[in-house]
């Protein structure tokens, strides 16, 4: 491992092998693989690309929401409640 130094504190490689197959169960990708090994960098690679995917996911939802509330009548009891939720 290499001598640089987070807040004064190291990591050993132990510990980062347990972050990473941590990481490595929580990734749909890479959960579903036959072998259950993957290199540090492929996990970490696969985990930025289901952030990323998440995050537009969160946006599509979003605009998806703002446009039914736009289009929904908000006299309902029914809008009533989503506003209520959503505020």
């Known amino acids: ?8 504190s ?3 490689d132990d510990q ?9 169960r929580l990734i749909p990708e890479l959960r579903g693989r036959r072998s259950n090994k993957a290199s540090a960098s492929k996990v970490l690679q696969e ?9 537009r ?4 939802l979003s605009d998806r929401l703002s446009q039914l509330l736009a289009s929904a009548d908000t006299d309902t009891d029914q809008a009533a409640i989503l506003t209520t939720l959503l505020i």
């Open 47 to 55: 985990t930025c690309n289901y952030i990323r995917n998440l995050h």
């Open 1 to 8: 491992m290499s001598s640089r130094r987070s807040g004064g």
């Open 16 to 24: 980062i092998a347990d972050l990473v197959s941590k990481l490595q």
């Open 10 to 12: 190291r990591m050993s």
């Open 57 to 60: 996911e969160v946006e599509d």
